[in-house]
């Protein structure tokens, strides 16, 4: 599973049109469900991202979580973050899991935000969307489960 976190200071989508979901201090994250994942690999991002310091302290340091600013999520799924592009210039996305399998750890990686950050906003699963954020930071971090599970890192 891959997350890609941007931090910012606001953040909404438009799901086929629409209004969808927001946040307003925080993280935009880009989730993307890779064929093999499971509830483990949600957990992983889910304890790392909401304990995951890149917010500035009274010095001006990167020492606070989202959690520790009390900072909203807004999180979108992306099968393209499983791209292949090794090969030719058309990617291919065959390493991504199913849209069944992708959207239930989804909606699970979104219940385990909503239990570790107070707003959690989101987009609609296999929609075409519109995302409008105002990055601050900048400050983006790719995020794949694989490198936790490597080193049991959920601390």
């Keep these: 599973?891959?997350?890609?976190?941007?931090?910012?200071?606001?953040?909404?989508?438009?799901?086929?049109?629409?209004?969808?979901?927001?946040?307003?201090?925080?993280?935009?994250?880009?989730l993307g469900v890779a064929k093999g994942d499971t509830e483990e690999d949600a957990l992983l991002l889910a304890e790392k991202i909401s304990k995951l310091r890149i917010f500035s302290d009274e010095n001006d340091k990167m020492n606070l979580s989202v959690k520790d600013i009390d900072g909203e999520v807004l999180v979108v799924s992306n099968f393209t973050l499983n791209a292949n592009y090794a090969h030719g210039n058309r990617p291919e996305y065959m390493q991504?899991?199913?849209?069944?399998?992708?959207?239930?750890?989804?909606?699970?990686?979104?219940?385990?935000?909503?239990?570790?950050?107070?707003?959690?906003?989101?987009?609609?699963f296999g929609a075409s969307m519109k995302i409008d954020m105002s990055a601050e930071g900048p400050v983006t971090i790719v995020m794949d489960s694989a490198c936790l599970r490597k080193k049991g890192a959920s601390s």
């Design 96 to 124: 991504g899991a199913s849209p069944d399998e992708a959207n239930r750890l989804y909606l699970y990686f979104l219940m385990l935000m909503e239990e570790r950050v107070r707003h959690v906003g989101h987009g609609k």
């Design 1 to 30: 599973m891959k997350a890609v976190l941007q931090r910012v200071t606001e953040a909404t989508v438009y799901a086929d049109g629409e209004f969808s979901g927001k946040c307003a201090h925080g993280l935009m994250i880009l």
